[in-house]
């Protein structure tokens, strides 16, 4: 008996601890920026707390200060990731393959829907104005905020001029600032807006109406000779 006692304990002693289960990196610095995100824009920048989104993304807290740093290395990093996604969207129109009004449909829609699609994303952009831009201005590669699509809309308004269908006149960047402001405006403001005229405009055929007003407004505009 005593020797069967000590034989267990030896192969105890000598067996193979069981591997360490790898630790998936990109999908917790997945997490956590999708936890940060969701704290900033609820709470504000000054609002946040580490905790939370620690919390949130059910992530140590040791971790997060691995992979970003600190709070505000880890609040770069989820506006950058934001702006990413949208100038990635926007790239993958690739809207000079279409005629010049088909080109200025897809931009409009395009920016409406994604606003629509993430809400939280006027929310950031936000919480960034009342840090008077002071985080944007850090980030290192300016290019990667930067949309594709000013340059496009030169080229597709020169395009639509020289068919007869565009007038000349149009500053390609207020051009884009007005489409963002068509589409951000809506999503951003739509609760208030809802009370003020007393119609829920979250339903589907007011969302409708609009997109497609903003596409109208932007075309007519452009057809308009001064």
Not at 22 to 47: M, V, W, Y
Not at 105 to 133: C, G, K, M, Y
Not at 150 to 162: C, D, F, P, T, Y
Not at 169 to 193: A, K
């Amino acid at each position: 008996m005593a020797s069967e006692v000590a034989a267990v304990k030896v192969r105890r002693r000598t067996a193979t601890p069981p591997a360490a289960r790898p630790r998936d990196a990109e999908r917790t610095k997945a997490s956590i920026l999708k936890a940060a995100r969701d704290e900033f824009c609820e709470e504000g920048f000054n609002g946040a707390r580490v905790d939370a989104i620690a919390d949130r993304a059910k992530a140590n807290k040791r971790l997060l200060y691995h992979y970003f740093g600190n709070k505000e290395a880890l609040y770069q990093a989820v506006l950058l990731d934001a702006y990413q996604e949208i100038r990635r969207g926007e790239r993958e129109l690739r809207i000079s393959q279409y005629d010049p009004v088909e080109a200025i449909d897809r931009v409009i829609r395009f920016t409406f829907r994604h606003f629509l699609a993430n809400p939280w994303f006027p929310r950031l952009l936000s919480v960034e104005n009342l840090q008077n831009a002071k985080f944007v201005k850090q980030i290192k590669n300016l290019d990667e905020i930067r949309s594709p699509i000013v340059g496009e809309l030169q080229e597709i308004v020169k395009r639509g001029h020289a068919e007869g269908t565009f007038r000349t006149d149009v500053d390609p960047m207020q051009l884009y600032i007005s489409i963002i402001s068509l589409c951000y405006f809506y999503v951003s403001n739509m609760q208030t807006l809802s009370v003020v005229f007393g119609k829920d405009l979250s339903q589907f055929a007011l969302i409708q109406d609009r997109e497609a007003q903003a596409v109208q407004m932007v075309v007519d505009y452009l057809r308009t000779r001064r």
